[in-house]
């Protein structure tokens, strides 16, 4: 083992973390045409962690260690039953938000927006992110830490990453630094959840419930952004909390073994 690989395996997750979010960063000054912006980054930055984990995979473990990373993202072993519990949570909070809405009279009515077949490419997006964060990044911080301290340690450089998305000409530009940057922390435990129960199925359980909850926010189509993104604050780490407080058994183990065997 080189001098350098063995600082790589010591320090695989501070680097994995820099790497993308310096990356990341550094993308918003590319050159997108300016009335395709938003999106042109957003396609171009959801596959910095699944390049930068491939690369950190490559250098540690050879070409071997990057094709079982890839693996992990069409590994689908899960049932029917996970596959219904990971949709219809991401339903029920995001009608929730729409009936709170609702009921502070902040629309008039019970409103989606309208759903575009091309939506589906978020489970694409999807998996460039979680290949890297939940696929490389999570199975690493497990062998050290209780799974609900990784999920925060991995939850923090992760939300700080989705900011890019409030600056000007972004996707979510207007919404509250705050709200968006809780969103995600809840958001990152609840996929270390589904994570955890999915066993060698868990980084597709991750990218469908990722995918799943982006797919669906055009049921809240018409709820005001700032308005919006604190509900969407409040749901997800309700839905965080309840998961840890319900399921407490998956959240006491430590460590966790690299082949996470699925919990009941």
Not at 4 to 18: D, G, P, Q, W, Y
Not at 26 to 36: D, H, K, M, Q, T
Request: overall charge positive; proline content about 5%; hydrophobic content about 55%.
């Amino acid at each position: 083992m080189t001098y350098l690989t063995s600082v790589l395996k010591r320090h695989e997750v501070l680097i994995f973390c820099v790497l993308t979010l310096g990356l990341s960063f550094a993308a918003y000054f590319l050159p997108f045409p300016s009335e395709a912006r938003a999106l042109g980054f957003s396609m171009v930055v959801v596959f910095i962690p699944v390049s930068v984990a491939s690369l950190l995979t490559v250098l540690t473990q050879g070409w071997s260690g990057v094709r079982d990373l890839l693996a992990q993202a069409v590994r689908w072993r899960m049932g029917w039953q996970r596959f219904l519990q990971i949709i219809a949570l991401c339903l029920a909070i995001r009608f929730v938000v729409n009936i709170i809405a609702f009921l502070f009279g902040w629309v008039s009515d019970l409103q989606i927006g309208e759903f575009s077949p091309f939506l589906i490419m978020v489970y694409i997006f999807a998996a460039g992110e979680e290949l890297g964060w939940r696929g490389f990044a999570l199975p690493r911080l497990l062998k050290q830490h209780a799974p609900l301290t990784a999920s925060l340690i991995l939850g923090i450089p992760w939300a700080t990453l989705h900011l890019i998305l409030l600056l000007p000409g972004m996707l979510s530009e207007g919404a509250p630094p705050v709200a968006q940057f809780t969103v995600i922390l809840a958001l990152s435990v609840m996929l270390t959840w589904v994570y955890l129960k999915s066993g060698s199925s868990g980084v597709c359980a991750a990218i469908l419930l990722h995918g799943t909850q982006n797919l669906l926010a055009f049921l809240n189509a018409h709820v005001e952004v700032t308005r919006a993104t604190w509900l969407m604050a409040l749901t997800y780490s309700a839905a965080a909390i309840l998961l840890v407080v319900i399921d407490s058994r998956v959240w006491q183990r430590t460590p966790i073994p690299e082949t996470v065997v699925a919990s009941s």
